[in-house]
Each structure stands twice: as C-alpha cells, then as structure tokens.
C-alpha cells in the first residue's frame, strides 16, 4: 500500500521567510496530492491540492510542486506570518483509494 | 460554505461501554470517512463508506467498530466496547466525485 513520509517533522522560520516541507510517496498509481493545515486543537483544513497531470500549482503564498518521476511533492509557503503556525500534513491518494497521510510537520513562525 | 459537522465534540466513557459518534457530510457528497488522531500524531484512515456501503477498511477498523448511514443525512461511526487506547480525537470527512475531501470539526474522545 501507500507509504507516506514527511520533512522536516519541525520547522521554525522567522516572520517573512519562506517555509518549505517535503513529501515522498511509495505508489506510482498516487495521482492526488492535497495539503492540510491543522491549527490545534481543529480540524484539518484543505489549503491547497495539485493532482499529477500537472506540475506546480499557487494560490498567493502557497504553492506546491510535484516531481512524478521521483515520486516527491512539496508545499512552499513565502512571506511567513505568525498565523501560518500550525501542522502541516500531506496526504497522497490514487483513483478508488483512500488518503494516506504524512506525519505532519509542525511549522513555528517567529515574530 | 457548507461545512462537514460532528457531535458531540467532546465524549468521556467508561472502558468497555458503547459510544456512537455523529456526523452530518456535505449534503451532495457521496463519499464519507472516518479517521482517528491520537493526541500529537498524525490522521489515521479508518474506514470509508459509499452507497451504503464500506468500500475500504484499515486494521485499525477492527470487530469493535461499525458505521452506519441510518438516514440521508448522518453517518455514524460506532465503537462497542470502547478501550483506553480508543482514545483520541475523530473525524469524519467526505467528498464528492472530485475527491477533495472536506473535515468535520472531530469528536474528542475519552476512555477512563
């Protein structure tokens, strides 16, 4: 089955910088890639997915990037702020299948 | 925007007592899950239901667990003799035909 893992498992930026955190999956048939953010204590939100036919995909500060070859995918976060803290998880799925999730990354901006 | 709702939001039960868990999908999905998190872990698939139906199960999804859509709009998950390591946080999802799938704010429970 799909096998998920996740870098870093934290992550402290300063307020500004740009965050990036890495996902590599196991199954080739894995053709859908979404992002959750996870506030404590709250449910995992959707903050942005990207499925294989395509290659990059950004809604303002966010962005994520796939790499179908080497079966990797990654979310990039630019001009941090305090309110970006929280755990990122992703999560990799292919046609009838169900979500298999990363471990999560515990991302800190630091004012 | 319509949102995935869970009740309650907090559960306290004694070991090896019943609990039943409450949610209500986005009205036009089709597709619904259940997760569980353990405190400080990551999200963990139990099982997924479509057309009255389970599709997919994990282990975890074992002879203590059912689900039921007993009407058109709720979906329940339930534990029948609930165990200590039962604890933690549950969500429910679901999804339309897109595959993006929405979550419920999660039933908190603990097993004393």
């Known amino acids: 089955g799909e096998n998920v893992e996740q870098h870093p498992s934290t992550l402290s930026v300063q307020e500004g910088d740009s965050a990036v955190i890495k996902c590599t999956y196991s199954?080739?048939?894995?053709?859908?890639f979404p992002w959750y953010k996870q506030e404590l204590g709250k449910r995992p939100q959707l903050i942005i997915d990207?499925?294989?036919?395509?290659g990059e995909k950004k809604d303002q500060r966010i962005a994520v990037t796939l790499n179908k070859t080497a079966k990797h995918f990654s979310l990039h976060i630019t001009e941090t702020q305090p309110e970006d803290s929280a755990v990122y998880f992703c999560?990799?799925?292919?046609?009838?299948?169900?979500?298999?999730f990363g471990p999560g990354t515990r991302l800190s901006v630091l004012p | 925007e319509p949102e995935v709702t869970q009740t309650p939001s907090h559960q306290v039960t004694q070991m090896g007592q019943e609990v039943i868990l409450r949610c209500v999908p986005i009205?036009?999905?089709?597709?619904f899950y259940w997760y569980r998190q353990i405190l400080g872990q990551k999200v963990e698939f139990l099982v997924s239901?479509?057309?009255?139906?389970?599709?997919?199960k994990s282990e975890i999804f074992d002879d203590q667990f059912s689900v039921e859509r007993p009407d058109g709009s709720n979906f329940t998950l339930k534990i029948r003799s609930t165990k200590l390591e039962d604890s933690a946080m549950y969500f429910c999802?679901?999804?339309?035909?897109?595959?993006?799938?929405?979550f419920g704010p999660g039933t908190r429970l603990l097993v004393l």
């Open positions: 999802a679901s999804s339309g035909t897109g595959g993006t799938q929405y």
């Open positions: 990207i499925r294989s036919n395509v």
């Open positions: 999560a990799a799925t292919s046609p009838g299948q169900n979500f298999v």
């Open positions: 009205s036009n999905h089709l597709y």
């Open positions: 239901f479509y057309n009255n139906e389970i599709s997919e």
């Open positions: 199954d080739s048939a894995s053709n859908y």
